[in-house]
């Protein structure tokens, strides 16, 4: 059974970083594409990153292309989220997963990530 475990959410002001991490088991984490999800109050759950399970092909949304790098270390089937020149925008719930996956695996607890202008 897969399980997905996040944590580094708190809150910032704007133009703040936050570094998020997803620890994964059950899974062959090191053959498995990445994703960083986050849902903000009233929204659906949006894709905001990939990556492959080699760390090479790696994907953003428009929305956080340039502010947010998102990582994986293997040895520890982990994967990050490095969030900088955050906005308030950004407030929303960050979850992982594995997109490649059917079905999707359930989602974790997820981490709120709060913004402050």
């Known amino acids: 059974q897969v399980q997905l475990v996040e944590s580094g959410g708190g809150l910032v002001q704007a133009g703040g970083s936050l570094r998020l991490s997803c620890a994964a088991s059950?899974?062959?984490?090191?053959?498995?594409?990445m994703g960083w999800y986050r849902q903000a109050p009233g929204k659906q759950r949006e894709l905001v990153a990939t990556?492959?399970?080699?760390?090479?092909?790696?994907n953003y949304a428009d929305s956080v292309k340039g502010r947010f790098i998102i990582s994986r270390d293997n040895a520890k089937n982990t994967v990050y989220l490095q969030m900088n020149s955050l906005k308030p925008e950004d407030t929303a719930v960050y979850y992982c997963?594995?997109?490649?996956?059917?079905?999707?695996?359930?989602w974790g607890q997820g981490t709120q990530v709060t913004v402050s202008s």
């Open positions: 990556i492959s399970g080699g760390g090479i092909i790696i």
């Open positions: 997963n594995a997109p490649s996956r059917r079905p999707l695996p359930a």
């Open positions: 059950g899974l062959s984490f090191s053959i498995t594409a």
